[in-house]
């Protein structure tokens, strides 16, 4: 056959002569490459219009062939949907791509069940190359192309040696559209690694497109970096989509951080994928006192939307380690956003960590903590009641340290004062009391005094329901999520009537309360409340 020998180091390996026969819908033609060089190719393929002796350029017909490079090996997987004869011409180079060779490929059988590839936006077949390196990641998890997979739960690692990579990904299919998927695929920076995770939906042939910009180098756009054939060929299987954030990243958001000292802030696990069965997570963060912390949870519902999860994240302090303690009353995928400010200022609250949480197994009777209000500081420690929710008609014992308060006391949702916790004799800051949830329903605040002068500031708040709504939420919540039989609907109807009973209690004692304000941090809502007692 003719051959192109102007690339030093290029040989054929699979084909040495320039027709090939196909019996069976499909062939491989690999070259070898030179070493220490990065070689670009090209193909044209043609099939021979059944009444003319002239190829026709069938555009379509790439979409039926497989390219990708390993171990200086590069291979043109070609899978024929009709019988009949092909051309393939192939070009390379450097920086001008010359013809190299071209072959005739008779193909008397069509290929069983071939389907086309799914688009992709690469000129350069699958898996990592020269773009890749440009952008100076290296692939750890997958040097090749074509990731196979019997879940449908892949992880494509690469390790960033040339400073913070940014990433974008989409993921294509011949059975979904391109918003179909959109939550499919997320990443995370964990240290110098991004990992991008894929849930694929169903089996089938996927391709994964990634863009990529050096965060310090690059402008705003993305360059296209490589492309993934991933394939799942096991029937059956169903992945949910994942909770995501805007911009499908999770991990530590250095770019946010510019008004939060970075000094001394760790944060532990350092992996934002956590994989639970508990339902009970706990974040350890390290900084700097002077830095404030809150974390936002939300659950990925089924019809694939985010809803804020109230009541089931809790923060404390001791010393420079603080802690956000999640409780996970259904199964799924959460994401927690953490923010941070510094708290000798008013300033706003930035995202500076994004977690991303499956929880695999629902845990209904899980606690859910108090709600915590802006003067709920770090300084304080809630030792009971843990629980946010309080069965009515009980005496409850409360436990908590406030250092440098004048009073702290408990009153209910019509501004009645239940009980004032008295400081313990031994020179703490525990402040101690029993306290009657009474008969009736409603929310139990606990309020703090700083000093005789100063107005009063709410900091939790409590719901004391009957001691059968308690325990039907308890032990049937979770089950509303996972049936639709009339008895499910039942409870689930109850529980939207104890919201907004909740509702409407809150407007009325907003009504009730004086100088009341809402403090709006970078788009996270806290209730603000200040009482005249």
Known sequence: MRWNREIVGLSIISHPLAV???????????????????????????????????????????QFVIQQTKNKIISFNLFFPFKGQFKIMFYAGNETLNWICSYIINCTKAKTNCQPLPNTSSNDGFGPGRLTTEKGLLALSHQSGVILTSTGQVEVRFRMEKGLVELLHHLHSN??????????????????????????????DYTLDIFAKLAIVDSTSYDFNCSYLIRCTKPGISNPPFATTYDKKFGLRPEKMKAVSKKGLKFKPDDPYIITDSGEVAIEIESEPSIKFHGQLELNSKNNEMERIDGHVFYERTNNLGKLLLTLPYSGFYTLVVFAGDKRNSGNLTEVFNYLINCTTAHADLIKYPLTYTDWTEDYVLFEPRQGLLPNDEEIDFSVSVPGAHSVYVINEEHEKLCDLVKSPDGSDTWEGIVNTGKIPGDLYLVVKKSKDENAMIALKFEVLTKEDTAKLLQGVNNVRDSDDQDQKRLKDKQRQLMKQEQEREVKLQQQLKDMELEKEDGIYIPFLQIGL
């Open 20 to 62: 090939i026969e196909s019996r069976d819908g499909e062939t491989d033609i690999q070259f070898a490459l030179p070493m220490n060089s990065h070689v670009s190719f090209r193909y044209q393929l043609f099939a021979k219009a059944s009444s003319s002796s002239e190829f026709s350029n069938a555009t379509k017909l790439k």
């Open 175 to 204: 059975s979904y559209t391109d918003d179909q998927l959109e939550n499919y695929c997320v990443h995370r920076i964990v240290n110098e690694e991004v990992i991008i995770s894929v849930n694929l939906p169903s089996s089938g």
